[in-house]
């Protein structure tokens, strides 16, 4: 079945530790985001990417990186220079330019730092 | 930033039709309004979208004003399950920069 499978579901870090959030879609869908959700809150947009080998900062991408080497693929790694980093993390896709589709989302990490 | 408004928070009877309201003055001529749904720690879910017209599927309904500044979002008949955060968005095909706003918390009451 297609679709986005992000891992790990659950995920605990400690302290000064990076830790890289896995996002895979079988989609064919060129455009794949990443969200930070936290409790009692909306989705905040961290960084995104249009295409293979480019991605854009989002509205709060300090503190996070990200890679697109292939097209199927955009982990999401979480250093330790974001300050606050325990949420819940969404990644979505999207088909790309031309369309008007939505995005599909994954079913989310919830990271806790202890 | 979200280019859309909507209240926090709703309640509607079971069976009742819910119609969330949302805000989007700003819209441009090429740009389409989303509607998600969020169940409790679960991704996100599209509900439906529309430029113009009145949109219907299985979910819910979309109506769009004529001047496109706001829409409503119906759900015709309200059942527990649709207890979700509910959220609305504007994009075009050629933005990739999608920003969601807190949406409106939807609590279905039997």
């Known amino acids: 079945d297609g679709g986005i499978t992000q891992s790990p579901k659950y995920l605990f870090r400690k302290e000064g530790q990076n830790v890289t959030l896995s996002c895979e879609q079988n989609l064919n869908h060129d455009a794949m985001y990443w969200y930070r959700q936290d409790p009692g809150q909306g989705l905040r947009l961290i960084y995104y990417?249009?295409?293979?080998?480019?991605?854009q900062k989002g509205d709060i991408a300090e503190g996070y990186s990200v890679s697109r080497e292939k097209k199927e693929s955009f982990p999401l790694t979480v250093t330790s220079a974001q300050k606050n980093p325990t949420a819940f993390y969404l990644c979505?896709?999207?088909?790309?330019?031309?369309?008007?589709?939505?995005?599909?989302f994954g079913e989310g990490s919830r990271l806790t730092v202890l | 930033d979200a280019k859309t408004t909507q209240p926090p928070s709703m309640d509607c009877a079971e069976g009742r039709a819910a119609n969330l309201p949302c805000n989007h003055s700003t819209i441009s001529g090429n740009e389409y309004v989303y509607w998600y749904r969020q169940i409790h720690s679960q991704g996100p879910q599209y509900i439906i979208h529309?430029?113009?017209n009145n949109e219907t599927n299985e979910m819910a309904s979309l109506i769009i004003t004529e001047d496109r500044k706001s829409s409503t979002l119906i759900l015709p008949h309200a059942t527990l399950r649709d207890t979700a955060v509910y959220y609305c968005?504007?994009?075009?095909?050629?933005?990739?920069?999608?920003?969601f706003g807190a949406g409106t918390t939807v609590t279905v009451r039997a």
């Open positions: 968005i504007v994009s075009s095909s050629n933005d990739y920069k999608l920003s």
């Open positions: 990417s249009q295409i293979v080998n480019d991605f």
């Open positions: 979505a896709s999207r088909l790309g330019t031309g369309d008007t589709g939505e995005l599909f």
């Open positions: 529309g430029l113009k």
